[in-house]
Nanobody
Framework: QVHLVESGGGSVQAGGSLRLSCAVS????????VAWFRQAPGKGREWVAD?????TAQGRFTISQDNTRETVYLEMNSLKIEDTAMYSC????????????????????WGQGTQVTVSS
């Protein structure tokens, strides 16, 4: 079992920045890839970034992890109103990310999410 806990969400004005954190614990032997997804009201989950190659969907965002790989960060800059969403981190086997399977259904473990609200 893998346990993920997000933090760092909040309300920010457009153009501002936020840094989200995802604390990863438990049996991580077979779950080497951590991704960030977001879900806006009325929309499906959207892949944002993952630790395989540290890829991100938006150039304004940066994903990183600490040396112990127990915490994954999502640095979000120049935030826009359309970035408003519930942001969740999720874990999957390394092969999921290495094959570019950036879909929520492939990720086995999820955190509870942290809300990001961007206002004008």
């Amino acid at each position: 079992q893998v346990h993920l806990v997000e933090s760092g969400g909040g309300s920010v004005q457009a153009g501002g920045s936020l840094r989200l954190s995802c604390a990863v614990s438990g049996n991580t032997d077979n779950t080497n890839c951590v991704a960030w997804f977001r879900q806006a009201p009325g929309k499906g989950r959207e892949w944002v970034a993952d630790t395989y190659g540290l890829n991100t969907a938006q150039g304004r965002f940066t994903i990183s992890q600490d040396n112990t790989r127990e915490t994954v960060y999502l640095e979000m800059n120049s935030l826009k109103i359309e970035d408003t969403a519930m942001y969740s981190c999720a874990a999957a086997r390394w092969g999921i990310c290495s094959r570019g399977l950036r879909y929520a259904a492939y990720f086995m473990y999820w955190g509870q999410g942290t809300q990001v609200t961007v206002s004008s």
